[in-house]
């Protein structure tokens, strides 16, 4: 029961702030001090929720398709798309991104030529490429995945170069010394060394897709939770954009969730944890 506690507390204090968030929010709008045409209160918005998650599908008696009845609703169609879109983007980007990466910073011939050329490139926005992107790749998946690929590149790259530059120079002579070649010196000391550094990377990159697909689906596709807010504007369904908000940040909150636990996972060896 004390462990079950243990688990449970952080859970709860977690939940604290936003539940007196959203009775305020209930508050206010049920003394109308807020305009509920333009801000709906929270019971209405997930009443907007539910009906945005109810399937759009009659389901038929012993069809023997219950889970496909199930997953119809207008929003798992969204997630599934957008999620698509930013697992594609992601795995693009981080493909390009690592191995780039590891390159320049073991090597200061090729850092000191790509740098610049970097340096001049990663400041710009991603939805600044949204009119090449459209330009380039019409409209539908392909720019979606260009510009999630391109949000997600630079953190994985930038956070995985600065961990192959950051490796302890001691831990490079020491293995040096036993004889180590150059591909077990890089597979046995600066890989694993850098890893913190390229797992963090990577759950920035993938926090930066999250973003920048909303923004690609606003602009170039017809489904996912980016066009179904744009949509819900456009007739001015104020329960409907907050819902779509809403369930973007509980996506967000599980990716973001998995990720730590993912680096967790993977770096209990660099930070001493045994359980």
């Not at 973003?211 to 329960?239: C, D, H, K, P, Q």
């Not at 369930?247 to 967000?252: A, N, V």
Request: a positive charge.
């Amino acid at each position: 029961m004390t462990a079950l506690s243990a688990r449970l507390s952080p859970i709860l204090q977690g939940c604290l702030v936003p539940l007196i968030a959203l009775t305020l929010w209930q508050s206010l709008s049920y003394f109308a001090l807020i305009n509920p045409q333009i801000v709906p209160p929270p019971l209405e918005v997930l009443h907007k929720w539910f009906d945005y998650l109810a399937p759009t599908q009659a389901y038929v008696a012993g069809n023997g398709n219950y889970l496909g009845w199930l997953l119809s609703g207008e929003l798992w169609q969204d997630a599934y798309a957008s999620m698509s879109r930013v697992i594609g983007g992601f795995l693009i980007g981080g493909v390009l991104a690592l191995p780039l990466g590891l390159l320049m910073g073991a090597n200061k011939t090729a850092y000191k030529l790509c740098d610049p050329l970097l340096q001049i490139l990663r400041p710009i926005p991603p939805i600044a490429y949204i009119p090449l992107a459209i330009l380039w790749f019409g409209l539908g998946n392909p720019p979606a995945f260009f510009l999630i690929s391109i949000g997600s590149f630079f953190p994985i790259l930038m956070n995985t170069i600065a961990g192959v530059q950051n490796v302890d120079g001691i831990y490079l002579r020491a293995a040096r010394n036993l004889g180590a070649g150059q591909l077990t010196l890089f597979r046995r000391v600066i890989l694993p060394a850098a890893a913190p550094y390229i797992l963090s990377g990577a759950r920035i990159g993938m926090g930066t897709a999250f973003i920048v697909v909303i923004v690609a689906e606003m602009i170039a596709v017809t489904n996912g939770l980016g066009y179904r807010i744009l949509e819900a504007r456009e007739y001015f369904w104020s329960a409907k954009i907050i819902a779509g908000m809403f369930t973007i940040g509980l996506f967000g909150l599980a990716i973001d969730t998995a990720m730590n636990a993912l680096n967790t996972r993977l770096l209990k060896w660099h930070r001493g944890l045994d359980h």
